[in-house]
């Protein structure tokens, strides 16, 4: 059951993969005509494709759980792989209501790298902590991520908009953070990358260190060192000698990775940047010919409409009857807590600052960016650096 | 302050904008400008706008505007983040004077010194709430009230520049009667609510999406109410209680009322023979815990007995108390929250140093030991003094930290043919002392009895129905105003004409796309999308 599991995520994944191309070739042809409604052959072979990947994914969620005996929600690599499912999911919604296949060309690849990033994450089955062990688990978490699925569409959306607006013949503040935006989706790719290559290559290195309690422990790298643990001795016979040693307080494991995807990044980035002899979002221009600023800017606010209240439903209302029930309150400022209600009080601003104060257009669509950017923060840094209460899901 | 006649007869409030009958503009600034209309709350008389004489309306107006409320929002938003960056002074086991400079230097210390070790419980914090709270209510009431009045005059037949000055607007030369017919039949289809006036015709749909965001306002007033009557004592019990194995202990808070008693504390770990599935990442994580439980019976006191007296108990029932899993009676929870291991007993031998020859063992209960021991044929060890949890005080002398056995240490005289005075030695984990020198006979230590000692969470929370309710409340609220618009189409004779003008508070491509629609089969012109088009014809040079 397990590999059955696991072979329909890779199907659905190779699915999501070639969907995009076809929602590439579905803007190219698509240049005679913006007025003509409905979607040509290529786009609807994009989205046939996209509907299949998700229910092959939907079949690695039912066959994982049946393994498992519990929702695969539970960790990193089930979380994630799941906001990518409901990502996909999100974007099937709100095609059928706006039918544009430029959405999809947007939202797929962020859906794929969500995936290829929760597969860099330990995949083995685990069991559930006694905090774990309560129906709630599978109502709270797949709302929650759900909701953010759906906020998530508005990024797309958000940056389809940023694409067309922003002026791409001088360089300015918007199109700097613009291609920031690209550098970072690039930089989770080089993170992917590197994290296989080194794995693939079977790479471990152990270290001896001593923790800020003076507490000796051993380490093991799964990439070469480049920044070594507090006091660290390499015990791997052949290993990487560490460049610089990290005092006590920082994770230099964590650091390490974190530098090895950013040098992936800037180099895939540099060759990107070399072939295309222009911005990312400059070339990405072309594609967005067609669609209208308005339209895409409303895609981006309804996503918000209706992932707020899922994420309001998910993320807190659930969460908080939970962690009654588990944790004797309903609220108690974890981290993780915190972090979701800076997401829901992130996404409230968004909505008044539309209703009164007008902020429609490229404000909104920068503002879709930064609530993207928090949700991420929230499942990326809050999971593997604050932790707290919810850190198990590391 | 004179109330404003509109010439469609209709008498608006003071600082109307718009008429709320007609929507003739009022608002002498606003008659010559070309512009589109703002149609919030419905050009409607609202107070802040209108009034800023006193005190009581400066508040107002500071506390009414949504730009202030959002400042609020994005203060407390950043406030928040700040307190995610060390752990919270609730998270951890140390005293926070020591514990955050220890483990964060100087940062650590900077952080606790401005008090950010208890951000969500500071003063400022909760006035940043507060003040939400109070932005809530006022902006609510400032919009609520004139918007519902205004909705509620709104009359069918509308005045030109009102149709003229809409988003979606369009002019048909002649409209045939049954073009007319098929338009209100599709409206109808389309669940849309039409009116007739004059032949003139409006149809709307969903008003009652526009009274969401106050909905959901009133749910958050509710929720934050809740969070308050927490102050109020005896709302709101948070106990710890600690109870071993075998024993049993008074539920705290609850007037004597309750005892619970433990039988049995359980601590079940994954086997990775026998879950399969889980092998692998039980190979990777070292122990995983399966199950806390602690077994339980509460008990309930029959009567009031007098002071001292042992209560009488009744049983009322067994019970499992597992995580996830809470103990609830009468507004009362108790969770399973942790455990430990405390030391119950210890045994030691009486032992000849040279001979190695034992003259007898005996066990000491640590929680109530005994005096003397008397271990036969002349053999006795008498506890002289006895310290729990001990330490060397700072004098030098040794004291006790608590009155839990944490770390055990006894004086004992023991005495035997040989001594029959009896021998002084001080015995201690670890380590034994022998004060008045060379001694015959020495404690040996034998053992240790533990007992599981389960730690509960007692919790009562009365206000838990507000924040249930405010909860409730908002999620309808929210749902309300999200996922339902607010629909109006007008199509009214003007000037020998048939005009159609459409407002929707949000969602135009789905108003656009209904209207072609309702449109179907008749001779009516799309009526064209003003702001789109200004948008496309700039955005395609």
New interface residues.
């Given amino acids: 059951m397990?590999t059955l599991s696991s072979n329909l995520l890779f199907i659905a994944f190779i699915l999501y993969l070639v969907a995009t191309l076809f929602y590439g070739g579905s803007i190219k042809t698509k240049k005679e005509s913006n007025e003509k409604k409905g979607t040509n052959r290529w786009g609807t072979i994009a989205v046939v494709l996209t509907i299949v990947g998700f229910i092959s994914q939907l079949g690695y969620f039912i066959t994982r759980w049946i393994?498992?005996?519990h929702a695969p929600v539970s960790n990193m690599f089930e979380f994630t792989t799941f906001f990518g499912m409901a990502l996909v999911g999100a974007f099937i919604v709100i095609y059928f209501i706006?039918r544009t296949t430029l959405l999809g060309l947007f939202t797929m690849p962020v859906a794929i790298l969500v995936i290829a990033y929760a597969s860099m994450f330990?995949r083995?089955?685990?069991?559930l902590?006694?905090?774990l062990?309560?129906y709630?688990l599978h109502i709270h978490v797949t709302t929650a991520a759900i909701g953010e699925a759906i906020l998530a569409i508005s990024f797309a959306a958000g940056l389809i908009y940023l694409v067309?607006?922003i002026d791409q013949t001088k360089s300015s503040k918007r199109t700097f953070w613009l291609e920031t935006v690209m550098f970072s989706l690039v930089a989770v790719l080089g993170f992917v990358i590197v994290s296989s290559v080194f794995s693939a290559a079977g790479y471990h290195e152990k270290f001896n260190w001593a923790d800020?309690h003076g507490a000796e422990a051993v380490v093991e790298y799964t990439m070469p060192a480049l920044t070594g643990p507090h006091a660290g001795e390499l015990l791997t016979k052949d290993g990487f000698k560490p460049l610089v040693e990290m005092p006590a307080?920082i994770n230099a494991k964590k650091l390490n990775t974190v530098i090895w995807s950013l040098m992936a990044g800037l180099v895939l980035f540099g060759l990107i940047r070399l072939v295309l002899r222009k911005r990312i979002a400059a070339a990405l221009q072309p594609l967005v010919k067609n669609i209208?600023?308005?339209?895409v800017d409303?895609i981006s606010?309804?996503s918000v409409?209706?992932g707020?209240?899922v994420f309001?439903?998910g993320a807190l209302?659930f969460a908080?009857i939970w962690a009654?029930?588990?944790?004797?309150?309903?609220w108690?400022?974890?981290?993780k807590e915190?972090?979701a209600?800076?997401t829901w009080?992130?996404y409230?601003?968004f909505m008044?600052?539309r209703?009164?104060?007008g902020w429609h257009g490229e404000k909104s669509a920068w503002l879709a960016v930064i609530g993207f950017v928090i949700i991420m923060f929230n499942l990326v840094a809050?999971n593997l650096v604050?932790a707290?209460l919810h850190s198990y899901a590391g | 302050m004179n109330d404003v006649k509109c010439e469609c007869g209709h008498v608006n409030p003071h600082g109307t904008v718009l008429c709320e009958a007609c929507g003739k503009v009022l608002d002498e600034n606003e008659i010559n400008n070309k512009e589109l209309l703002d149609m919030?709350y419905e050009g409607s008389a609202r107070r802040s706008q209108t009034y800023n004489k006193t005190i009581i309306d400066k508040i107002w107006n500071f506390f009414s505007s949504?730009?202030v409320?959002?400042w609020l929002?994005?203060i407390?938003?950043i406030a928040?983040?700040i307190?995610?960056i060390l752990?919270?002074e609730?998270?951890i086991n140390q005293p926070p004077d020591v514990y955050y400079e220890q483990?964060?230097?100087w940062f650590g210390k900077l952080y606790y010194q401005l008090g950010l070790h208890d951000l969500?419980g500071s003063w400022w914090y909760l006035l940043l709430i507060a003040m939400l709270g109070i932005s809530l209510v006022i902006c609510s009431l400032d919009r609520v009230v004139p918007l519902y009045k205004a909705l509620k005059a709104q009359r069918v037949t509308r005045n030109e520049g009102f149709l003229k000055r809409q988003r979606v607007f369009g002019v048909n030369e002649i409209a045939s009667e049954n073009d007319l017919t098929t338009i209100k039949k599709q409206l109808k289809d389309r669940r849309y609510h039409v009116r007739e006036e004059n032949g003139d015709l409006l149809a709307e749909k969903g008003r009652f999406s526009r009274w969401g965001p106050y909905v959901n306002h009133v749910g958050l007033i509710i929720f934050l109410f809740g969070g308050i009557l927490r102050f109020i004592p005896g709302f709101y019990v948070?106990e710890n209680l600690w109870v071993k194995e075998g024993e049993t202990a008074a539920v705290p808070e609850t007037g004597g009322q309750f005892y619970l008693q433990n039988n049995q504390f359980i601590l079940q770990h994954?086997d990775k023979n026998k879950?399969k599935?889980?092998e692998?990442?039980?190979d990777?994580?070292g122990a995983?815990?399966?199950?806390?439980q602690s077994n339980v019976v509460l008990y309930k006191r029959e009567s009031n007995n007098l002071p001292g007296e042992k209560p009488k108990l009744k049983k009322v029932t067994d019970y499992k108390v597992?995580?996830?899993?809470?103990l609830t009676f009468e507004g009362y929870?108790v969770?399973q929250?942790s455990f430990r291991n405390e030391m119950n007993a210890m045994s030691f031998s009486l032992t000849n140093k040279k001979t190695n020859q034992s003259a007898g063992n005996l066990k000491i209960d640590l929680q109530n030991p005994k005096g003397k021991y008397d271990l036969g044929n002349g053999y006795s060890v008498e506890i002289l003094n006895y310290f729990p949890d001990f330490e060397f005080a700072k004098s030098g002398e040794p004291t006790t930290k608590s009155r839990v056995p944490n770390n055990p240490a006894f004086v004992f005289r023991m005495t035997s043919p040989e001594k029959p005075k009896g021998e002084t030695s001080f015995v201690a984990i670890k380590q034994t002392i022998e004060p008045f020198g060379d001694n015959t006979y020495k404690m040996a230590f034998k053992g240790v009895d533990t007992k599981n000692v389960s730690g509960f969470?007692v919790?009562k929370d009365s206000s838990?129905w507000a924040?249930i309710l405010g909860?409730i409340i908002?999620?309808i609220g929210?749902?309300q105003g999200?996922?339902w618009n607010h629909r109006r189409i007008w199509v009214q004779n003007k000037n020998g004409q048939v005009w159609l003008a459409a407002h929707t508070n949000?969602?135009?491509?789905g108003l656009k796309s209904e209207i072609e629609t309702v449109l179907l089969g008749t001779k009516f012109s799309i009526p064209e999308d003003r702001?789109?088009k200004e948008?496309?014809d700039k955005?395609d040079v």
């Fill in positions: 397990a393994a498992a005996g706006y330990p083995d089955i685990t069991p902590i006694p905090a062990q309560s709630w067309k607006a800020k307080f209208k600023l308005d339209f409303e606010y309804r409409l209706i707020f209240p309001t439903l209302i908080m009654q029930m588990a944790w004797s309150r309903f108690g400022w974890d981290p915190v972090w209600l800076i009080l992130f409230a601003a008044h600052l209703l009164s104060k809050v604050i707290g | 919030r949504v730009k409320g959002v929002i994005i407390t938003l928040s983040t307190g995610t752990p919270q609730m998270y483990e964060y230097g969500y948070n994954y879950d599935t889980f692998k990442a039980i990777r994580a995983v815990v399966k199950n806390y597992r995580v996830n899993q809470p929870s969770f929250a969470i919790r838990l924040i909860g908002f999620m929210v749902i999200a996922y949000k969602n135009w491509y702001l789109q948008n496309t955005e």
